[in-house]
Nanobody, 119 residues
């Protein structure tokens, strides 16, 4: 069973930063597109950022452009999401995903890490 492990979530005040990490189980994922999907209470899981296996191509949802940065370290099998200028509406469980099927579907998912932004 492939398992991605997210970490770095927590409680932060609005305007503050937080960095999430997603550890993949092995070097196989160094060749996979990876992404982050937050799921807010009462809402569907939504795409916010993805990164190609080389790190050369990234995509962001419009509401996080300029605030969030996705990056990866393939030597450590880890993907990061640096979140700055956080807003209360960023509050969600953030899921890491690997091996893209289409824009909203990936083959492998983590258990999620809670991010809470207080106003």
């Amino acid at each position: 069973q492939v398992q991605l492990v997210e970490s770095g979530g927590g409680l932060v005040q609005a305007g503050g930063p937080l960095r999430l990490s997603c550890a993949a189980p092995g070097p196989t994922f160094s060749r996979s597109t990876m992404a982050w999907f937050p799921k807010a209470p009462g809402k569907e899981r939504e795409f916010v950022a993805s990164i190609s296996w080389s790190g050369g191509t990234t995509y962001y949802e419009d509401s996080v452009k300029g605030r969030f940065t996705i990056s990866r370290d393939n030597a450590k099998n880890t993907v990061y999401l640096q979140m700055n200028s956080l807003k209360p509406e960023d509050t969600a469980v953030y899921y890491c995903a690997a091996d893209r099927v289409d824009n909203s579907d990936y083959r492998y998912w983590g258990q999620g890490t809670q991010v809470t932004v207080s106003s």
